[in-house]
């Protein structure tokens, strides 16, 4: 059976996860879904494609030359498509680097370009998690959202303060690769052109960090509004459901639930995801009220991301990147 179908089933042993949790009452919370509020959400995730497409040509500042409001858009579905449809993500920067590569961005550019819009979601989520924790304090809060609350906030202080070392000892973690390539055995014409690689994508980043303060605020203010809008889905759903909890807590749930589906490797955390969130949800509102709620989250949030995103990703990447994909997962 190819890897598709593997897929295919994945997925829908993913989305089986909230019938099992909530049962034929969870059904009927769905089918009960008010269907303008439905609507609103993808309206939503759409608004999200259009604030990233326009950070994605502020990144690019003329790098890559003219690109369209429309092919930037593109550009950012096929990328999120072939995010979600592959393990780890693996699929997304690679996507996005084969396409900017075809209005002549060199790799180097493209993955720095990449990288500066993750230092950015790092940024935002710290200042948000920040931000729950100082609303956490003034209020009552279960001792199972408080440990990972406090657990998100380490994780993701040493991820920022490991990123902050890498940046100031560069120099030193490039030679001790090179030791390293050399101990195994790495021809030096290899070693040098992978040093010149890296070298190459450290200026890129220096100079895409060194713009002016206005810019990288900009670029910050389209990342903090894509990420408001994509995190209050799931709060937008539980009110629709009758459920009172608070966007701090729909949003911690939503972070953990997608960082734990990261780690399991499968695509789009199908599965590790669901897990996770009815873990932290059912407790708070009750299983068959998460189970709906979480189906709903991932309809909109996941799937609404492949159904839309494949025909873009055939269209604009086609064949040959699809089969380079594929290749990847394969040797994964």
């Known amino acids: 059976m190819s890897r598709a179908w593997w897929l295919l089933l994945g997925l ?21 879904f008010p269907l303008d509020k439905l609507l609103i959400m993808f309206g939503m995730i759409c608004l999200c494609w259009l604030i990233n497409a326009q950070k994605l040509r502020v990144l690019l500042n ?36 084969a396409l900017l590569a075809r209005h002549g961005m060199r790799p180097a550019h493209s993955s720095a370009i990449f990288a500066v819009d993750q230092l950015s979601d790092l ?25 990972s609350l406090i657990t998100s906030g380490v994780l993701l202080g040493g991820i920022f303060f490991g990123v902050v070392l890498l940046a100031r000892f560069q120099r030193r973690v490039i030679k001790a690769n090179g030791r390293l390539f050399q101990r195994l055995g790495m021809k030096p014409r290899t070693r040098l052109h992978w040093a010149r690689k890296a070298l190459h994508f450290r200026d890129t980043l220096v100079s895409c960090l060194r713009q002016p303060k206005r810019r990288l605020a900009l670029i910050f203010f389209f990342t903090c509004c894509h990420w408001i ?39 789009g955390g199908a599965g590790g995801t669901e897990l996770t969130s009815a873990a932290l949800l059912a407790p708070l509102v009750g299983k068959s009220t998460a189970a709906a709620a979480i189906l709903i989250w991932r309809v909109v949030t ?31």
């Open 12 to 32: 829908i042993g993913a989305s089986l996860i909230p019938l099992a949790l909530g049962g034929r009452e969870m059904l009927d919370h769905v089918l009960a």
């Open 62 to 97: 003329g790098r890559a030359g003219e690109i369209g409001k429309v092919r930037s858009v593109g550009i950012i579905m096929a990328s999120e498509f072939a995010f979600y449809a592959t393990p780890g993500g693996t699929g997304g920067p690679l996507t996005l680097m």
């Open 123 to 147: 940024l935002f989520f710290l200042c948000a998690l920040a931000a729950v924790l100082v609303w956490a304090l003034s209020h009552s809060v279960s001792p199972n959202l408080e440990t």
């Open 229 to 267: 809008l994509r995190f209050s889905v799931l709060y937008i759903t539980l009110k629709a459901l009758g459920v009172d909890l608070h966007w701090a807590w729909a949003f911690l749930i939503q972070l953990l639930s997608l960082a734990a589906g990261l780690a399991t490797l499968l695509p």
């Open 302 to 332: 996941y799937y609404f991301y492949l159904v839309m995103g494949a025909p873009v990703f055939a269209l604009m990447a086609g064949r040959p990147l699809l089969r380079k994909l594929i290749g990847m997962r394969e040797r994964a």
